[in-house]
């Protein structure tokens, strides 16, 4: 009889042994013949080279479907157990529109026809505009799709930006140091964050620059490069600055900018930058433009009709 040890420190043991080790009762009732012992982040399995073969194969596809999708549960694991790989192949393509699986089970998908557009968009094209109101998720399903990027390792980190234009304030008149300042313009990307990544993990990311959220002055000089980029609240940007972002994109970089031309909070005198690009690079070959309207409207019932009021007085 071997033994061999098969060590989950990168991974959330938990999760992975479920609750009350339901997981790891299944693959003992499952492999009879090993003798399977779970301490910590630490399997030690003994029988056969075969049986324990087949048991690594079986473990390594579970460990697989945890870190793609952020959970795995006891009819996951009975799935794979009796199907092996075809069996989450067949989990995948049913589950193949989910982009993140958040916090308490909170599952984050593409939910409108313009949102699905966004996440095929990005697989074909490097920098994405998604354009329209408040309430059509073009934020926060560009920041699904940026934690989906970093949890397959596609890229090595996020960067998080928008322009701190303030709407009838003055930054330095509010209290506070920069950060505490800046904060509040920032918040709504904190929160799509918190809904799609653990309190503890999202903190270790931002610790160590693996996630990074600062205001569109902040990239001045910079390259972006082997991280998804996302630049939010764009229609509040001046014309030099967006050029200033746009251009610090890196070679194996994903650029998305979201913004709302109708919440323009630049002075009367300065132009947006957004609606200059928007015309500049409607055309260019990996750039792809796409307009969200009141359909994608997916907050308060009574929000897509505010949208629809309102859009009648501006024409």
Same mark, same amino acid.
């Given at each position: 009889?071997?033994?061999?040890?098969?060590?989950?420190? %990168?991974?959330?043991?938990?999760?992975?042994?479920?609750?009350?080790?339901?997981?790891?009762?299944?693959?003992?009732?499952?492999?009879?013949?090993?003798?399977?012992?779970?301490?910590?982040?630490?399997?030690?399995?003994?029988?056969?080279?075969?049986?324990?073969?087949?048991?690594?194969?079986?473990?390594?596809?579970?460990?697989?479907?945890?870190?793609?999708?952020?959970?795995?549960?006891?009819?996951?694991?009975?799935?794979?157990?009796?199907?092996?790989?075809?069996?989450?192949?067949?989990?995948?393509?049913?589950?193949?529109?989910?982009?993140?699986?958040?916090?308490?089970?909170?599952?984050?998908?593409?939910?409108?026809?313009?949102?699905?557009?966004?996440?095929?968009?990005?697989?074909? %094209?490097?920098?994405?505009?998604?354009?329209?109101?408040?309430?059509?998720?073009?934020?926060?399903?560009?920041?699904?799709?940026?934690?989906?990027?970093?949890?397959?390792?596609?890229?090595?980190?996020?960067?998080? &930006?928008?322009?701190?234009?303030?709407?009838?304030? %003055?930054?330095?008149?509010?209290?506070?140091?920069?950060?505490?300042?800046?904060?509040?313009?920032?918040?709504?990307?904190?929160?799509?964050?918190?809904?799609?990544?653990?309190?503890?993990?999202?903190?270790?990311?931002?610790?160590?620059?693996?996630?990074?959220?600062?205001?569109?002055?902040?990239?001045?000089?910079? &390259?972006?490069?082997?991280?998804?980029?996302?630049?939010?609240?764009?229609?509040?940007?001046?014309?030099?600055?967006?050029?200033?972002?746009?251009?610090?994109?890196?070679?194996?970089?994903?650029?998305?900018?979201?913004?709302?031309?109708?919440?323009?909070?630049?002075?009367? %005198?300065?132009?947006?930058?957004?609606?200059?690009?928007?015309?500049?690079?409607?055309?260019?070959?990996?750039?792809?433009?796409?307009?969200?309207?009141?359909?994608?409207?997916?907050?308060?019932?009574?929000?897509?009709?505010?949208?629809?009021?309102?859009?009648?007085?501006?024409?």
């Amino acid at each position: 009889m071997s033994e061999r040890i098969i060590k989950t420190e %990168n991974a959330n043991v938990a999760e992975i042994y479920g609750v009350n080790d339901i997981n790891i009762e299944l693959l003992k009732r499952h492999f009879t013949r090993l003798k399977i012992v779970a301490r910590g982040d630490t399997l030690k399995i003994a029988g056969s080279d075969e049986d324990m073969a087949h048991f690594e194969m079986i473990f390594n596809v579970m460990l697989d479907y945890h870190d793609k999708y952020g959970k795995i549960t006891e009819g996951d694991v009975q799935h794979i157990l009796y199907g092996g790989k075809k069996a989450v192949e067949e989990i995948v393509k049913d589950n193949n529109d989910v982009l993140v699986f958040g916090n308490n089970g909170h599952i984050v998908k593409a939910r409108t026809a313009n949102q699905r557009k966004m996440v095929e968009s990005v697989v074909k %094209n490097d920098m994405l505009f998604a354009v329209g109101p408040a309430g059509t998720g073009k934020t926060y399903t560009a920041v699904a799709l940026a934690v989906r990027a970093l949890k397959n390792k596609e890229v090595k980190r996020i960067v998080l &930006t928008r322009p701190a234009v303030e709407a009838g304030e %003055n930054l330095g008149f509010l209290p506070g140091d920069l950060k505490e300042k800046l904060d509040p313009y920032l918040q709504p990307l904190y929160d799509a964050l918190h809904d799609m990544i653990p309190s503890d993990k999202l903190e270790h990311y931002i610790e160590n620059r693996v996630i990074e959220i600062a205001p569109l002055a902040f990239m001045r000089g910079r &390259t972006l490069d082997n991280a998804f980029v996302i630049l939010d609240e764009a229609q509040n940007s001046t014309q030099s600055q967006l050029k200033m972002f746009l251009t610090r994109m890196g070679a194996s970089a994903k650029f998305i900018i979201t913004g709302d031309v109708t919440q323009i909070d630049l002075p009367r %005198n300065q132009p947006s930058g957004l609606i200059q690009a928007l015309d500049l690079l409607k055309g260019v070959k990996g750039i792809d433009i796409i307009m969200l309207d009141e359909s994608d409207v997916i907050r308060h019932r009574l929000v897509k009709s505010i949208i629809q009021a309102y859009h009648v007085v501006e024409k």
